[in-house]
């Protein structure tokens, strides 16, 4: 029962990361898409600390986001491991615990997105991406606050949606 129960961590963790560093490419993707202005490598190395902030944020606020996903891949596994995971419910758990977390991931880069887009509206006095890209860190950090909030925001429904789905 033991070695049991620890290949089912095992099994979970594994999947976690995996899930993880696609959410994560996912979103460093999303940024690098609309941060047309310079290239989020480059600019890392040339020790761009402004970029790194921003990229730091990115990759928070989708593990902010994805951790509601993984939570209910967790629930789903024990459901299904309580039903029997060949049995019909056990499958279903685990067919609603993987929808959940792709779900999490797509609803993380969907927020990142909409947050960028949508501080890049409200300020039209300067813009964002060329004041990170010369090394602004007050507008990094401006911009990494946005990009945290609205992903906190984002997990509480994240959440609900798992809570209604499982």
């Known amino acids: ?22 959410a994560l490419y996912l979103g460093f993707s999303v940024l690098g ?8 490598e480059v600019e890392l190395s040339n020790g761009n600390a402004a970029v ?17 996903g993984v939570i209910g891949l967790t629930v789903g596994i024990n459901k299904s491991l309580a039903a029997g995971i060949l049995s019909f419910d056990g499958m279903s758990a685990i067919g609603i615990a993987a929808v959940q977390l792709i779900l999490g991931i797509i609803l993380a880069v969907l927020a990142i997105y909409l947050a960028l887009n949508i501080l890049d509206r409200l300020t ?21 606050g946005v990009i945290i909030a ?15 789905l499982g």
């Open 1 to 22: 029962m033991l070695i049991e129960h620890a290949a089912v961590g095992l099994f979970q963790l594994v999947i976690s990361i995996i899930f993880a560093v696609a």
């Open 52 to 68: 790194g902030i921003v990229v730091a944020a990115v990759f928070v606020a989708v593990a902010i986001i994805v951790q509601s």
């Open 124 to 144: 039209h006095r300067f813009n964002e991406f060329e004041e990170i890209k010369k090394g602004n860190i007050a507008v990094a950090i401006k911009m990494g």
């Open 150 to 164: 609205v992903a906190m925001i984002v997990q509480s429904g994240v959440i609900g949606i798992t809570a209604a």
């Open 33 to 40: 898409n609309m941060t047309r202005e310079y290239d989020e």
